[in-house]
């Protein structure tokens, strides 16, 4: 235990020697040599292809690991328990373990000289013996501890050339400008029904809210506070929480579907006979609490220009819808963003209550309009403009309120899809961007940091705010937002 315990102790220490220097030892080492050595060459091949997977952040000095932004900031508490460290360990190692797969399917043949499954059994393996030996060691444990961190998707070289401390006060005020016009515009008659189709989840029979706070319960006796539900029982909770949608349709731009790589083009196709939703499960912190979240993306074909001078207007375009779980199972927060990171608004219920923001001009939480509680059985109704594929307002349904069904996928799929020579490559590149959805709008945006304002991004990269810092997956987005009503639960 005191060992353990030591670790805090180490942090500064570990701070101030280079991460690499872990891996370096494991190369010296006779018994971890070739397992250090395979994780080098799988970099290596990884990148000379261009297949990196940039949906977790790599851990410096440690090639068998990867963290995502709630385990980050849950490594603090880890480095105080035995059991919360060797959990730790084990999540940053499958999160590297998924990145893996995906990138040893979208490896070209031959850029291995063993097949496919071996490779992962052998990352697999090696990853294991690797991280077990940083455990036994004090010095291991502190450097793994210390280097579980995400970078944040700003880049401050970025604002300090576009004098970002100026720009961003004319900025500021067009944002505020654009949340009012989208206020008035929720506030008014809801746009007439023309031509409209509402898409319903999948049929079934959803999971009883008892059901749901018993799974949810997990979260309890697990060493990080985290839930433990298997992909089944996500499965069904994702079928159990996801919205119709109701889409003003004035071309195919409207009609959102799978997503399809078609021969010789750089941005992937969207298939409209197949009305695709991509589900995904997530996590946020609250106090003590780690919630569970379900995320929603639907994709279009495109934003149409309204004329030759609209720089919002590109290739691809959606919506992400996403649900907050309070540990009883009721819904306690929805917001949504589009796949650029563009336009994060909240949609609370009346178990969350605002926090004031502590910078008047910074984005905080834009909350257009609130939900009701729903009762069991009931689910959010999510009405779509058409082109700009605005969100104009919410409502609440239940039971089979269309024959228009979407099917729900799983949001990984998108990191391998096929494609017509039978190879296999991401929608997303090394950079996170979907290549070939980039918008005007980068040249007049980019004072303000983001990388490519207005492009498609994968999971994890979404920068949410020109004016301050914030994304779409900080584990405190919401405790520093909002007062949740948990329940019993602290």
Not at 104 to 124: E, F, M, W, Y
Not at 139 to 148: C, D, H, K, N, P
Request: charge should be neutral; hydrophobic fraction near 40%; proline fraction near 7%.
């Amino acid at each position: 235990m005191r060992r353990f315990l030591g670790v805090a102790a180490l942090l500064l220490a570990a701070g101030c020697a280079t991460f690499d220097d872990r891996l370096a030892g494991h190369l010296q080492s006779p018994a971890l040599r070739e397992c250090a050595q395979w994780f080098v060459t799988l970099d290596e091949r990884v990148d000379a292809a261009g297949v990196r997977d940039a949906q977790h952040a790599r851990v410096a000095g440690f090639p068998y690991l990867r963290v995502d932004r709630l385990l980050a900031s849950l490594s603090g508490r880890a480095a105080e328990r035995p059991d919360a460290l060797v959990t730790l360990a084990g999540r940053m190692r499958a999160l590297d373990y998924d990145a893996r797969r995906h990138e040893v399917d979208n490896l070209p043949d031959g850029a291995l000289d063993r097949t496919r499954a071996d490779a992962l059994q052998r990352t697999q393996d090696c990853g294991m013996q690797l991280v077990a030996a940083d455990l036994r060691d004090a010095r291991g444990r502190a450097a793994l501890v210390a280097a579980a961190r995400v970078p944040d998707d700003y880049s401050t070289a970025m604002r300090a050339f576009g004098l970002y401390p100026l720009a961003r006060i004319p900025f500021a005020s067009g944002v505020r400008r654009f949340e009012d016009e989208i206020r008035g515009a929720f506030a008014a008659e809801p746009p007439a029904a023309s031509n409209r189709v509402r898409y319903a989840p999948p049929a079934g029979r959803p999971l009883s809210r008892e059901v749901v706070k018993g799974l949810l319960a997990r979260g309890l006796f697990d060493p990080l506070g985290q839930p433990l539900i298997s992909g089944r029982e996500l499965d069904a909770l994702a079928a159990t929480y996801a919205p119709s949608f109701d889409i003003a349709i004035a071309g195919d731009y409207d009609r959102f579907g799978a997503l399809r790589w078609l021969r010789g083009e750089p941005a992937p196709a969207i298939d409209a006979t197949e009305p695709v939703v991509y589900a995904q499960p997530a996590y946020t912190r609250y106090g003590n609490s780690v919630l569970l979240q379900i995320v929603y993306t639907l994709w279009f074909p495109e934003r149409p220009a309204t004329s030759s001078l609209d720089i919002l207007a590109g290739r691809l375009d959606g919506v992400v819808w996403r649900v907050t779980l309070a540990p009883d199972g009721e819904p306690i927060m929805h917001d949504s963003v589009h796949p650029c990171g563009c336009y994060h608004w909240f949609f609370p219920s009346p178990r969350a209550k605002p926090r004031a923001a502590p910078d008047a001009s910074e984005e905080w939480a834009f909350a257009p309009q609130g939900m009701p509680r729903l009762r069991d059985g009931e689910r959010p109704l999510v009405s779509i403009a058409s082109a700009t594929h605005f969100i104009e307002r919410v409502g609440t349904v239940s039971g089979p309120d269309s024959l228009v069904h979407y099917s729900l996928r799983h949001y990984d799929e998108l990191r391998s899809l096929s494609r017509m020579d039978g190879s296999r490559r991401s929608v997303f590149g090394r950079d996170g961007l979907v290549a070939g959805t980039e918008r005007g709008e980068r040249f007049l945006y980019w004072p303000m940091g983001i990388a490519s304002a207005g492009a498609m991004r994968q999971w994890g990269r979404h920068a949410t705010a020109f004016i301050g810092r914030r994304h779409f997956d900080d584990a405190d987005l919401l405790e520093r937002r909002f007062e949740l009503d948990l329940g019993e639960v602290k």
